[in-house]
T-cell receptor, first 111, second 113 residues
Framework: QKEVEQDPGPLSVPEGAIVSLNCTYSNSAFQYFMWYRQYSRKGPELLMYTYSSGNKEDGRFTAQVDKSSKYISLFIRDSQPSDSATYLCAMIPGTASKLTFGTGTRLQVTL | KAGVTQTPRYLIKTRGQQVTLSCSPISGHRSVSWYQQTPGQGLQFLFEYFSETQRNKGNFPGRFSGRQFSNSRSEMNVSTLELGDSALYLC????????????FGQGTRLTVV
């Protein structure tokens, strides 16, 4: 069983929809939770990170962490076609630790 | 400010050959990490170098090795290539090894035939 599980999708939504992307994990030592966006033929781009439980908002993006359930989410409001990409969650127990990634969810936002 | 630069972008090699990939981190960044990305396994950590020393290592065979130079540029080498080594190899740099601030390059697409 992988340490971090993520539904590969693809997830197809109409423009303007609210998107919910999720990951579950098994290692209770994880403390920092990151979301990356990866466009085709590009490297991952850090969207945001959260420390421990709680919510964090950045523009149209909101990250949510529930450590008691070992469940993290990324919400995208007012989704745009330019949001079409693969979204990867990643997590680490400490800031100097290696990143452990989910396999990514492919999102397609249609006009 | 230039981003993380990986060269070459694409590479085709034959089974049994060896290959060297290069990564130039963002100026001032001292930590370089390498990851292998495949459709089935996703991103898997290979190793991290910080100030020319290997700080962390993933679960890959000894055919995978790396090094970091005094200017923080890093290379990774794969010897005796296997078909299963076909993947996107990504490097990420961070200022002081804090991986909440890791910035990725565009990767090197390696195809082994």
């Amino acid at each position: 069983q992988k340490e971090v599980e993520q539904d590969p999708g693809p997830l197809s939504v109409p423009e303007g929809a609210i998107v919910s992307l999720n990951c579950t994990y098994s290692n209770s030592a994880f403390q920092y939770f990151m979301w990356y966006r990866q466009y085709s033929r590009k490297g991952p781009e850090l969207l945001m990170y959260t420390y421990s439980s709680g919510n964090k908002e950045d523009g149209r993006f909101t990250a949510q962490v529930d450590k008691s359930s070992k469940y993290i989410s990324l919400f995208i409001r007012d989704s745009q076609p330019s949001d079409s990409a693969t979204y990867l969650c990643a997590m680490i127990p400490g800031t100097a630790s290696k990143l452990t990634f989910g396999t990514g969810t492919r999102l397609q936002v249609t006009l | 400010k230039a981003g993380v630069t990986q060269t070459p972008r694409y590479l085709i090699k034959t089974r049994g050959q060896q290959v060297t990939l290069s990564c130039s981190p963002i100026s001032g960044h001292r930590s370089v990490s390498w990851y292998q990305q495949t459709p089935g396994q996703g991103l898997q950590f290979l190793f991290e170098y910080f100030s020319e020393t290997q700080r962390n290592k993933g679960n890959f065979p000894g055919r995978f090795s790396g090094r970091q130079f005094s200017n923080s540029r890093s290379e990774m080498n794969v010897s005796t290539l296997e078909l299963g080594d076909s993947a996107l190899y990504l490097c990420a740099s961070s200022p002081s090894g804090e991986h909440t601030e890791a910035f990725f390059g565009q990767g090197t697409r390696l195809t082994v035939v």
